[in-house]
């Protein structure tokens, strides 16, 4: 088996692994089952410090940013797509999937949003129904400032809709001091439970502006709406992939349990970048380093497949490359989640160094 460092799926603790396996019932008709699922639904609201609504949707966490889209664009909505990333510019899809006309807000891929520049952006067209951000765009691992820039799209009459599938409880996720609107996580990064969920929380102002729209949700699957009152019913939309969000369950009580769970992720990353700096390789962005994932340059005279292979067939570590306009130029370590502990990592650079010295790439 595998050591899986990429930047999710991430290692699965055991104990969210036995979840899994408990008996399965029928989430369609056991009331406890709907107790159990609004109480981990309350519990991630708490974990991202908000009195918002959470829902757990059966899917992987890209389900959640396209229902995000779809519940709230109508035809000819203005929506602003912040881009500077690859999962950034990607969000430009799903609003002209459901009519809506994307405006990119395109800047530096390796430096973060500068809110500065978005505020002399905004002051000349601020006409938007709601704003997309990606918090960590793991394809290059930065990191945006969801903590400044959404409160001033707010300032401006924009709803928000937070990425945080790649950053949640890497990265500090305060969903209401940051007054963002949609928050989007999956169950695959940070969070260390087995792909096929995924979450978000959704704000009184979204409610209001899904309530209001003039034509319907062009979607029932990606459809945030069809949950309404589903816990006094006592019906789900579909069926809900128990043994899953048991699973998540068990992941989320491990997060409540650390404390440390923020410190330990900046305290990983900075030294990974640290040794490979120290090594001589480069860094793929001058600023803006996320917690959950570090990328670095392929090293010139080799290539980012014949390292993946090496340290994937002579040292059982899995990385990633990357894709789209950084496919085959970058290497990604993932330091999420249960990947983000010391010997792990130190297992990882030493076969990292291992490798690009077997590939002839000379190290510091």
Known sequence: MYKMMTPGPTQVKENVRLARAG?????????????FYKETCELISRLLHTGNETLILGGEGILGLEAACASLTEPGDRVLVLDNGIF???????????????????????????????????????????ATLVHCDTPSGILN?????????????ILTVVDAVSSMFGEEVHVDGSQIDIVCGGSQKAVSAPPGLAFVTVSADAKKAMAGRKTPIASFYANLQVFEGYYEAKWFPYTMPISDIYGLRAALDNIAADTDMLARHAKIAAECRKSL??????????????????????????????????????????????????????????????????????????????TLKKLGVELR
């Open 23 to 35: 008996e399965c019932g029928n989430p369609d008709i056991d009331e406890s089952f709907f107790d």
């Open 88 to 130: 950034g510019e990607g969000f430009a899809d799903f609003v002209s999937l459901y009519g809506g006309v994307p405006k990119k807000y395109t800047v530096d891929g390796k430096n973060p949003i500068d809110a500065g520049d978005l505020q002399e952006f905004l002051e000349k067209d601020h006409g938007f129904k709601y």
């Open 145 to 157: 400032d969801i903590a400044v820039l959404c409160p001033l799209l707010k300032k401006y009459g």
């Open 277 to 354: 700096t120290e090594a001589g390789l480069k860094l793929h962005l001058q600023s803006g380093f996320s917690n959950t994932v570090t990328v670095f340059d392929v090293p010139p005279g080799t290539a980012a497949q014949e390292i993946l292979d090496v340290m994937r067939t002579e040292h059982n570590i899995l990385l990633a490359g990357s894709f789209g306009s950084l496919s085959g130029k970058v290497i990604r370590i993932g330091h999420m989640g249960a990947n983000a502990n010391e010997k792990d990592m130190a297992d990882t650079m030493e076969a990292l160094w291992m």
